[in-house]
T-cell receptor, first 113, second 114 residues
Framework: GENVEQHPSTLSVQEGDSAVIKCTYS??????FPWYKQELGKRPQLIID?????GEKKDQRIAVTLNKTAKHFSLHITETQPEDSAVYFC????????????FGKGTHLIIQP | EAQVTQNPRYLITVTGKKLTVTCSQN?????MSWYRQDPGLGLRQIYY???????DKGDVPEGYKVSRKEKRNFPLILESPSPNQTSLYFC?????????????FGPGTRLTVL
């Protein structure tokens, strides 16, 4: 099955700086890569996603890049703000015989004032 | 309001006492899924369902059962709970699969098995 590795597990950045979270996946058939944000005590919420036919996608201060050859994808947050503090999860969907979503273990992003 | 609901939100039980966590969505979604979230392990899929009467195992199905008799409901059943099933559980749904649309999560159920 699919295996998703996520790094770093904790990331601390100064407010206003950029943050980058990286994920690698094992199944070359994976074709959909969502990112979720989970604030303390809340449910995960989708913040951005990318499909395998696209190399990059942006939505205001967040962007995701995908390198299919290397089987890795990254979340980029620019001009970080205190409300960006949360746990972020990447995930990969491989379809085929398994219609499940495999998540990374999460990155705790801390925005220092 | 479009939503996924779970009940109960908090539950403390003892080893071996059967329990059911309900999940319901009002969006007419075909795909529903259960995850457990544990510190340092992220979200792991337990079971999912592509449609009524269609269910399949996720990554960690041992000790759990599910049923999908109606499109809106997808209960999670623990026939004989054990302490290693103490976790935070999330139900989620999408229109037709995690690839095609945003996955909506329920509010979570925090389960403690003593």
């Amino acid at each position: 099955g699919e295996n998703v590795e996520q790094h770093p597990s904790t990331l601390s950045v100064q407010e206003g700086d950029s943050a980058v979270i990286k994920c690698t996946y094992s199944d070359s058939a994976s074709n959909y890569f969502p990112w979720y944000k989970q604030e303390l005590g809340k449910r995960p919420q989708l913040i951005i996603d990318i499909r395998s036919n696209v190399g990059e996608k942006k939505d205001q201060r967040i962007a995701v890049t995908l390198n299919k050859t290397a089987k890795h994808f990254s979340l980029h947050i620019t001009e970080t703000q205190p409300e960006d503090s949360a746990v972020y999860f990447c995930a990969a969907f491989s379809g085929g015989g398994a219609d499940g979503l495999t998540f990374g273990k999460g990155t705790h992003l801390i925005i220092q004032p | 309001e479009a939503q996924v609901t779970q009940n109960p939100r908090y539950l403390i039980t003892v080893t071996g006492k059967k329990l059911t966590v309900t999940c319901s969505q009002n969006m007419n979604h075909e795909y529903m899924s259960w995850y457990r979230q544990d510190p340092g392990l992220g979200l792991r899929q337990i079971y999912y369902s592509m449609n009524v009467e269609v269910t399949d195992k996720g990554d960690v199905p041992e000790g759990y059962k599910v049923s999908r008799k109606e499109k809106r409901n997808f209960p999670l059943i623990l026939e004989s709970p054990s302490p290693n099933q103490t976790s935070l559980y999330f139900c989620a749904s999408t229109i037709s699969g995690p690839f095609t649309d945003t996955q909506y999560f329920g509010p979570g159920t925090r389960l403690t098995v003593l």
